[in-house]
């Protein structure tokens, strides 16, 4: 158990539906990833979290946005879902830019 | 940028040796090692500093060649358990984790 939890562990949902993903990290650690993982695919980063701003973007879709809250927990909204959204989505968290701890994941199905 | 791993893929039988090599294109801090099973989680490993430190998990280890900028992880007397996708992360020091492309590692009694 990484200290890394996310919520929910599956969603199903429609194409053009909106859903949000949620993440807490572990206690302590300010930054939080998000990364996609296609099947059989590496690690897509999407946009990284520290402290409530954010610090870096990667690939992440104009119809994907984040947010981390006071509390630090963070939260991943995706709109207008297509069926090449579906995928693993991970959350990670480190106490500054290192080692990085994953949560279980969401495995979102578009349909 | 991104960390080139290599091999993409290997198989091997239960109890050979392994070894996967993550390189990068500009000087590194730090290489961190993860092996993730299929439908789980990265999980960590190890974190290699440079200084060519060589460090040990089990069967499991690696080293960081500084001159080089890259980093081999060495599997030794394969397990079953060994299988999975393992995935290396550069660290620059002053930017986010970078991840391989990974390797994925078939272990067969």
């Known amino acids: 158990d990484s200290g890394v939890t996310q919520t929910p562990k599956h969603l199903i949902t429609a194409t053009g539906q909106r859903v949000t993903l949620r993440c807490s990290p572990r206690?302590?650690?300010?930054?939080v990833y998000w990364y996609q993982q296609s099947l059989d695919q590496g690690l897509q980063f999407l946009i990284q979290y520290y402290n409530g701003e954010e610090r870096a973007k990667g690939n992440i879709l104009e119809r994907f946005s984040a947010q981390q809250f006071p509390d630090l927990h963070s939260e991943l909204n995706l709109s207008s879902l297509e069926l090449g959204d579906s995928a693993l989505y991970f959350c990670a968290s480190s106490v500054s830019e290192g080692t990085q701890y994953f949560g279980p994941g969401t495995r979102l199905l578009v349909l | 940028q991104q960390p080139v791993q290599s091999p993409q893929a290997v198989i091997l039988r239960e109890g050979e040796d392994a070894v996967i090599n993550c390189s990068s294109s500009k000087a590194l801090y730090s290489v961190h090692w993860y092996r993730q099973k299929h439908g789980e989680a990265p999980v960590f490993l190890m974190i290699l500093l440079k200084g060519g430190e060589q460090k040990g998990h089990e069967k499991i280890s690696a080293s960081f060649n500084e001159k080089k900028q890259q980093s081999s992880l060495y599997l030794t007397a394969s397990q079953l358990s060994y299988s999975g996708t393992y995935f290396c992360g550069t660290w620059y020091g002053n930017e986010k984790l970078t991840f391989g492309t990974g390797t994925r590692l078939t272990i067969i009694p």
């Open positions: 206690s302590g650690d300010l930054s």
